[in-house]
């Protein structure tokens, strides 16, 4: 099993920055890939970002050039930097691992971009 901890979100005016962290523990060995998914209220769940064991970056088009996404090099870590935000990047925020063809999710972390 794996366990997942999300922090920073929070409250934010549109054009401001947010960090946010996932720490990962328990089972950690054969971790594949770390990402940050969203969902806003009445919308499915969508991929943000992610980033795999190699390094290779995927990211939504909606955040391209805003997101960055980031892991240390023991796969336990995954922060997503969030820039230039908007009123439309509101929703939850959940990180997830993929590890040995398992997802595993955290419980999510909210981020409010008020206009």
């Known amino acids: 099993q794996v366990q997942l901890v999300e922090s920073g979100g929070g409250l934010v005016q549109a054009g401001g920055s947010l960090r946010l962290s996932c720490a990962a523990s328990?089972?950690?060995?054969?971790?594949?890939?770390m990402g940050w998914y969203r969902q806003a209220p009445e919308k499915q769940r969508e991929l943000v970002a992610q980033?795999?064991?190699?390094?290779?970056?995927t990211y939504a088009e909606s955040v391209k050039g805003r997101f960055a996404i980031s892991r240390d090099s023991v796969m336990t870590t995954v922060n997503l930097q969030m820039d230039s935000l908007k009123p439309e990047d509101t929703a939850v925020y959940y990180c997830?691992?993929?590890?040995?063809?398992?997802?595993?999710w955290g419980k999510g972390t909210l981020v409010t971009v008020s206009s």
């Open positions: 980033i795999s064991r190699g390094g290779a970056r």
């Open positions: 328990g089972s950690i060995f054969g971790i594949v890939a």
């Open positions: 997830k691992v993929v590890r040995l063809g398992t997802d595993y």
